[in-house]
């Protein structure tokens, strides 16, 4: 396991004899580990959506009319979404924040989940050893720091 996940499992552990204290428990880990793994497997879908926006986008601009609405958002709705999407400075850390919450709960995605998030983070990857939070953005050490507690994460 990663330093990072070693450090939150601590905290966890040492915050839960304050759960009494603000009657907040885990109980039962299956809902939370389901969220997360809806938000992981949601999280891909909508990337994917994107990336047939923007290649769209990308290649012709007589597309722009024709792109697919994004669950019932218009195109400009859809643009803002796209937009705010491919900038997020943490996507990478996102990631590796679901996983290693998962790994509290004991729980792993199923393997296709973990295929595509070892995917992710392997298209994210840079020849220097530095990870970028997106595929599209600059590398930088938060998701240098997350990319590698991944990989540790996900023995890849």
């Not at 907040?24 to 580990?33: C, F, K, M, R, W």
């Not at 199923?110 to 050893?129: A, E, K």
Request: net charge negative; proline share 5%; aromatic share 6%.
């Amino acid at each position: 396991e990663s330093i990072g996940c070693r450090a939150v499992c601590a905290m966890a552990s040492a915050s839960s004899t304050n759960s009494a204290e603000t009657n907040i428990s885990l109980g039962n880990a299956a809902p939370h580990a389901d969220y997360l793994c809806r938000f992981l497997a949601e999280g891909f879908k909508a990337l994917e959506a994107l990336d047939r926006v923007s290649s769209k986008v990308d290649n012709d601009e007589a597309h722009l009319q024709s792109v697919p609405k994004l669950h019932g958002l218009g195109f400009e709705k859809a643009s803002k979404l796209f937009a705010a999407c491919v900038a997020q400075p943490s996507l990478l850390s996102a990631i590796y924040w679901s996983i290693c919450a998962l790994k509290m709960l004991r729980v792993m995605p199923q393997p296709n989940l973990v295929g595509r998030v070892q995917g992710f983070i392997r298209s994210c990857s840079c020849d220097d050893g530095s990870f970028k939070p997106h595929p599209q953005q600059e590398p930088n050490l938060l998701s240098t720091l997350s990319g590698i507690q991944l990989l540790m994460l996900l023995d890849d």
